[in-house]
């Protein structure tokens, strides 16, 4: 992509967090090369900082905070084929390719051509209501008090029926965010297919499941008293009232969205041991401990 493709570039910014210098430094590259900058409206997107524009009409997006507001950006983009910078406000995240402080360096590269694609699979739902993607998960969660009723079905048999507080289905990429905190399995970088993670089973023995995109996954859910609602990639979807029963048929899309790699991105697996989210046993630690101060 050379610079003179940039006629439009897509703005996402986190609502909250500081990003003065960020700003500034999308605002004056911007205006060098001669490229309009536009804000695209996204849930949450009450905090304006350029005129209102369309994805379809841009060259490319940036999403200007954390994972949060990238994949807002993402979902904005993905229908119209755009890519998507993320920029970390913060600490550095799964999705996002550089930090505030380097981002002209990156626009610069991106504009050059310098960038690799990174294509992003999703978890489809289809429904009653249409159809519904999510990069991370989709969850089917009670509303309120009262839990609800959810069975699984794999290629046309039963795989388990429980009571409790909903359930999780992730992609890869998801499964190391609510499904991990949910204490389900973590799939590797790279892997093909979904997990699907019981919320607080009430009995029963209904472990979490990983399938393959060749699987018929069909999930229906049943709201008890205080109804229930589905959740895509944190944002409510759907409220089902209660005792409103509703089926989903879940596959696997294996390229949905697009965010820019520079190659300089962290490791996936390096990232969470860097946050803490994984970490090695107390007892290995100590052990390396003792044997590093022990004298030669």
């Known amino acids: 992509m050379r610079t003179d493709a940039f006629d439009r570039i897509g703005l996402v910014v986190h609502p909250k967090r500081s990003l003065e210098r960020a700003l500034e430094i999308v605002e004056q590259w911007t205006e060098r090369e001669g490229a309009a900058l536009v804000q695209l409206q996204t849930p949450g997107q009450d905090r304006e900082v350029a005129p209102a524009g369309e994805a379809a009409d841009c060259d490319l997006v940036i999403a200007l905070g954390g994972d949060g507001t990238t994949l807002a950006a993402l979902h904005a983009a993905a229908p119209v084929g755009r890519p998507v910078l993320g920029v970390a406000c913060g600490s550095l995240g799964a999705l996002t390719a550089t930090t505030a402080d380097r981002l002209s360096d990156a626009l610069t590269r991106v504009a050059a051509g310098d960038w690799r694609p990174r294509r992003l699979p999703a978890v489809v739902a289809d429904g009653p209501g249409g159809t519904?993607?999510?990069i991370n998960d989709i969850v089917?969660?009670?509303a309120a008090a009262g839990q609800v009723s959810v069975e699984v079905r794999l290629d046309g048999e039963r795989y388990v029926r429980y009571a409790g507080d909903g359930l999780i289905a992730a992609t890869p990429l998801g499964s190391t965010a609510y499904t991990l905190a949910a204490n389900g399995p973590m799939l590797a970088p790279g892997s093909r297919g979904l997990v699907l993670t019981p919320l607080s089973p009430h009995g029963g023995v209904c472990p979490p499941v990983v399938t393959v995109p060749r699987h018929d996954v069909e999930v229906t859910i049943v709201p008890g008293h205080g109804g229930a609602r589905v959740e895509v990639d944190g944002q409510i979807d759907t409220v089902l009232e209660r005792m409103e029963g509703v089926t989903l048929s879940l596959r696997f899309e294996n390229e949905f969205a697009t965010l820019v790699s520079l190659?300089?991105?962290e490791p996936l697996l390096t990232g969470l041991r860097r946050r803490r989210i994984?970490?090695?046993?107390?007892?290995?630690?100590?052990?390396e401990q003792r044997e590093a101060s022990a004298p030669y």
């Open 132 to 134: 519904m993607r999510a």
């Open 140 to 142: 089917l969660v009670r």
């Open 263 to 265: 190659g300089e991105e």
């Open 278 to 287: 994984i970490l090695d046993s107390p007892r290995v630690a100590a052990r």
